[in-house]
T-cell receptor
Framework: QKEVEQNSGPLSVPEGAIASLNCTYSDRGSQSFFWYRQYSGKSPELIMSIYSNGDKEDGRFTAQLNKASQYVSLLIRDSQPSDSATYLCAVIRSGAGSYQLTFGKGTKLSVIP | DADVTQTPRNRITKTGKRIMLECSQTKGHDRMYWYRQDPGLGLRLIYYSFDVKDINKGEISDGYSVSRQAQAKFSLSLESAIPNQTALYFC??????????FGPGTRLTVT
């Protein structure tokens, strides 16, 4: 079983719509969860971090965490063409080396004008 | 100026050559990391360092070595480059928290 799984996409949404990106993880003891945005050929950029169950909002972004279901999601409201990128889910697992991030392979988002 | 810098940004080298990638940061973070990214495989951790005297292997350390010259500098070396080390390499840093911040990357091609 892959440790962090994401649908590779592409996920296409019209401009102004809500984009919903999903991520599941296998280690039930995982503690910390992150969403990175990566434009083609560029470095990952941290956009959200979430550590406890529930929702966390920052501008147009909302991260949602459900540890019981081992599921974390990212909602992007009022999607813009500039949001078109690959979104990486990353998890810090429990146990030894617990500061190591494990990344999913990313979901490619395309916002259609 | 960027908080995390990497040099070179692009490099083409031949099989068997030794190559060093350098990373510097002005964020004052203690922790530094080297990742490689390959299409279809995502980001994978090569080495990480929590301070100057602490170096740890990551998921894919074979064929690589690192040096932490100072709190702000962390170098990655390929002792004898091979074509399957062609990839995009990223340096990242973090403070005591878990949030990691990435440099701009080095695109390495081994022919």
């Amino acid at each position: 079983q892959k440790e962090v799984e994401q649908n590779s996409g592409p996920l296409s949404v019209p401009e102004g719509a809500i984009a919903s990106l999903n991520c599941t993880y296998s280690d039930r003891g995982s503690q910390s969860f992150f969403w990175y945005r990566q434009y083609s050929g560029k470095s990952p950029e941290l956009i959200m971090s979430i550590y406890s169950n529930g929702d966390k909002e920052d501008g147009r972004f909302t991260a949602q965490l459900n540890k019981a279901s081992q599921y974390v999601s990212l909602l992007i409201r009022d999607s813009q063409p500039s949001d078109s990128a690959t979104y990486l889910c990353a998890v810090i697992r429990s146990g030894a080396g617990s500061y190591q991030l494990t990344f999913g392979k990313g979901t490619k988002l395309s916002v259609i004008p | 100026d960027a908080d995390v810098t990497q040099t070179p940004r692009n490099r083409i080298t031949k099989t068997g050559k030794r190559i060093m990638l350098e990373c510097s940061q002005t964020k004052g973070h203690d922790r530094m990391y080297w990742y490689r990214q390959d299409p279809g495989l995502g980001l994978r951790l090569i080495y990480y360092s929590f301070d100057v005297k602490d170096i740890n292997k990551g998921e894919i350390s074979d064929g690589y070595s690192v040096s932490r010259q100072a709190q702000a500098k962390f170098s990655l070396s390929l002792e004898s480059a091979i074509p399957n080390q062609t990839a995009l390499y990223f340096c990242a840093t973090s403070a005591q928290g878990y949030e990691q911040y990435f440099g701009p990357g080095t695109r390495l091609t081994v022919t």
